[in-house]
């Protein structure tokens, strides 16, 4: 069998700020994370990857306990209203995932540090097979749009941070989350027939906690794909039953432009083999294969794509 097309899984998500001081406040002084590196990306090098319009783009990029994956990218856009934070029931990119070792404890130092929690933690349950695996999350509306839900899983898989750092309380990002009106085109896009993540389960399901933790009405059913790579972060796809449900946010999440999280980085081995397939699956070439910028890229192959259903995606080629 040929190699996938992805090299690990999520490489990182991209969050566009205008307020630095306060994200580096919530990541570095109280997660945990570290920056990684800084620079300037200039305005003309921003645009030929991210399209006509962006200006010089200052990039600061954060790691946990030296993770090179499941990272963040803050990208400080041009000042902008706040927009409103996503809900699960949104069309579009809805939030990023980390593990905490103690969600209760997480609510309540995150509470007292000035951090709002759309609600409090609750605990679900995904049937896989004949089981049901329990897992307890919780919405943090972090600064400038963005939302993290921190997981207590009830069986944590291996994390790059803790496995580098076991005492710390919280990993680099485990995954990312979207709410698709097309499932089967976005899971095919990217799973084993498409660029090569595996599937590790579609479910349907329903559950009293998971509408409690997502303000979702009564009864909703999520059908639910996780698509991983042999690194950490992995990418949710999800979809309600109910597509009479929330709001399509695609327009004001794109990288580079938007505040709040706006986009995906994932490292392939062929740039040009990932495009072509890219289109083959139904996505659009935004901005095709080219040098990248040297900061975040280090002048490495990148390009720009839409998913089928238009999520905002940057590939850069990892060759070697």
């Given at each position: 069998m040929a190699e996938p097309l992805i090299i690990g899984g999520v490489d990182a998500a991209f969050i566009g700020v205008n307020d630095l001081a306060a994200q580096l406040d919530l990541y570095v002084g109280q997660l945990g994370w570290e920056v990684a590196e800084e620079g300037v990306i200039p305005a003309a090098e921003a645009a030929a990857l991210w399209g006509e319009g962006v200006g010089d783009l200052p990039v600061t990029v954060l790691n946990a306990a030296g993770a090179q994956h499941g990272r963040l990218i803050l990208l400080q856009v041009p000042q902008q209203e706040v927009p409103e934070h996503p809900l699960q029931a949104d069309t579009g990119l809805v939030a990023i995932n980390m593990y905490t070792r103690d969600i209760e404890v997480s609510h309540t130092t995150l509470a007292e540090a000035g951090?709002?929690?759309?609600?409090?933690?609750?605990?679900?349950?995904v049937p896989l097979g004949d089981k049901l695996v329990s897992v307890t999350q919780g919405f943090l509306l972090a600064p400038e749009g963005t939302d993290i839900v921190f997981v207590e899983p009830a069986e944590a898989r291996g994390t790059a941070a803790w496995d580098a750092d076991p005492d710390r309380h919280y990993t680099e990002l485990t995954s990312v989350v979207c709410h698709v009106p097309d499932f089967e085109a976005e899971a095919a896009f990217w799973g084993p027939e498409g660029l090569g993540l595996q599937s590790w389960y579609d479910v349907s399901f329903t559950h009293p906690g998971l509408d409690e933790m997502a303000l979702l009405p009564a009864g909703s059913v999520m059908r639910l794909s996780f698509l991983a790579g042999p690194a950490t972060a992995r990418l949710e796809v999800t979809r309600l039953e109910n597509r009479t449900l929330g709001t399509d946010r695609r327009a004001h999440q794109r990288t580079g432009r938007h505040l709040g999280h706006t986009g995906w980085l994932f490292k392939v081995r062929n740039l040009e083999e990932t495009l072509?397939?890219?289109e083959q699956l139904g996505g659009t070439l935004c901005t095709r294969n080219q040098a990248g910028p040297s900061v975040l890229f280090g002048?490495?192959?990148v390009a720009f794509v839409d998913t089928p259903n238009g999520l905002p995606v940057t590939f850069v080629e990892i060759s070697g």
């Open positions: 951090q709002q929690w759309r609600t409090p933690p609750a605990t679900w349950a072509f397939r890219a002048e490495k192959s």
